[in-house]
């Protein structure tokens, strides 16, 4: 079964912690990872996708293909990123259809 | 460019009641994906347009239904609405598969 699960719906963390928001996925083949973020009021965005490796905002994630995870980490929260964060997989080969977590809201403690 | 963008933002209907939703791309996309998003939930996937063609569909019955035209714009329909199909319909249009930009969403609420 093809499935996305973010164990928390609601992360809080103190400016200037480190964040890890939790991902692990189910899928038979090789999926493309994406994490997808939604700041209060804004339209659901990209925020990196795993075959980028890039770093945006500070967020980077690292897919663990034993583990079946890809874990959102950043070393130091900022206030502006509390927002709502959605891990999600899709296939390759032209089965791009995303397969998205429930998602979990990170709200960053000033 | 404004993006995808869908309309209307928000609407009521009543159980049975059918509605259209409207969708368009962003400018040179050619791909449209239709998500529901209930509350509490991640978006899920009810199907894609692709050359005025449905190419894929996630597990929604067939009240859930599409179309997308010449110019790229899409409607979903929805058939004999339940109460349950109360949520936000999220559209997504690509050029390349995976880079898919979502649009504001219509929230339909079912009465």
């Known amino acids: 079964a093809q499935r996305v699960t973010q164990p928390e719906k609601l992360l809080s963390v103190f400016k200037g912690a480190p964040v890890e928001l939790k991902c692990n996925y189910s899928?038979?083949?090789?999926?493309?990872l994406f994490w997808y973020v939604q700041y209060s009021r804004q339209r659901l965005q990209l925020l990196l996708r795993?075959?980028s490796r890039e770093s945006i905002k500070g967020f980077t994630a690292d897919l663990n293909k034993g583990e079946t995870s890809f874990h959102l980490k950043k070393p130091f929260a900022q206030e502006e990123d509390s927002a709502m964060y959605y891990c999600?997989?899709?296939?390759?080969?032209?089965?791009?259809?995303?397969?998205f977590g429930k998602g979990t809201r990170l709200h960053i403690l000033p | 460019d404004a993006g995808v963008t869908q309309s209307p933002t928000h609407l009521i209907k009543t159980r049975g009641q059918q509605v259209t939703l409207r969708c368009s791309p962003k400018?040179?996309?050619?791909?449209v994906s239709w998500y529901q998003q209930a509350l509490g939930q991640g978006p899920q996937f009810i199907f894609q347009?692709?050359?005025?063609?449905?190419?894929q569909r996630g597990n929604f019955p067939d009240r859930f239904s599409g179309h997308q035209f010449p110019n790229y714009s899409s409607e979903l329909n929805v058939n004999a609405l339940l109460l349950g199909d109360s949520a936000l319909y999220l559209c997504a249009s690509s050029l390349t598969v995976n880079e898919q930009f979502f649009g504001p969403g219509t929230r339909l609420t079912v009465l």
């Open positions: 795993h075959i």
């Open positions: 999600a997989l899709s296939g390759r080969g032209g089965d791009d259809k995303i397969i």
């Open positions: 400018s040179g996309h050619d791909t």
């Open positions: 899928y038979s083949g090789s999926p493309e």
């Open positions: 347009y692709y050359e005025e063609e449905e190419r």
